[in-house]
């Protein structure tokens, strides 16, 4: 089957950097999403990596390794307003979004 | 501004109700899709349509139906054959192919 594990929740501090990991088992690749979802709203696209490596848009990162099914998203300079879950998706071979249950990040002050 | 209306955003339903929600959008997008979203669970995808007048089924769409005869128009019923149908449920479109989605703010709907 289909696969996408992310951790449940994390905390961090403000200010600080946090990594959220996403592995994934899927039937074929096509590319990999991130999104982000506050409390009770609808989610909004982050980045899309489809190639091996680091792609930066201003605070955030996401990195992909294919070979090893894996990608985070990196997120620096937390602010409070970045507390929200997670979601990493991917688009199988099938051209169908597999989506992860979502980290819930934390940020105290 | 373009963007996805669902409305209402809010909504009770009794037991045995059929009950439909609104997905608008001006963003002139071709793909439009309904997913499902649970606590603990990723997005599951009930139904989506590439082109108008035509619709696809998604993972879990028993229970639920769709149409699709305007472009802008893409609207979910949810009937009492859904077993469990309390839950957030989220719009969306993109320009073709999946991944880069545009969503809605979501119907919230619950089955006393």
């Known amino acids: 089957g289909q696969n996408i594990d992310q951790p449940t929740e994390m905390t961090a501090t403000e200010g600080a950097i946090v990594q959220i990991n996403c592995t994934y088992q899927t039937s074929g690749f096509n590319g990999l999403f991130w999104y982000q979802q506050h409390a009770g709203e609808a989610p909004t696209f982050l980045s899309y990596?489809?190639l091996d490596g680091l792609e930066e848009k201003g605070r955030f990162s996401s990195f992909l390794s294919r070979s090893k099914g894996y990608s985070y998203l990196l997120l620096k300079e937390l602010q409070m307003k970045d507390s929200a879950s997670y979601l990493c998706?991917?688009?199988?071979?099938?051209?169908?979004?597999?989506w992860g249950a979502g980290t819930k990040l934390i940020i105290k002050p | 501004d373009g963007g996805i209306t669902q409305s209402p955003k809010y909504l009770f339903r009794k037991e045995g109700q059929n009950v439909t929600l609104s997905c608008e959008q001006n963003?002139?997008?071709?793909?439009m899709y309904w997913y499902r979203q649970d606590p603990g669970q990723g997005l599951r995808l009930i139904y989506y349509s590439q082109i108008v007048n035509d619709f696809q089924k998604g993972d879990i769409a028993e229970g639920y139906s769709v149409s699709r005869e305007k472009k802008e128009s893409f609207p979910l019923t949810v009937t009492s054959a859904q077993k469990n149908p309390t839950a957030f449920y989220l719009c969306?479109?993109?320009?073709?192919?999946?991944?880069?989605?545009?969503f809605g703010e979501g119907s919230r709907l619950t089955v006393l």
């Open positions: 990596n489809v």
């Open positions: 963003l002139n997008h071709d793909a």
């Open positions: 998706a991917v688009l199988d071979s099938n051209y169908q979004l597999i």
């Open positions: 969306a479109s993109s320009i073709g192919e999946p991944g880069e989605l545009f």
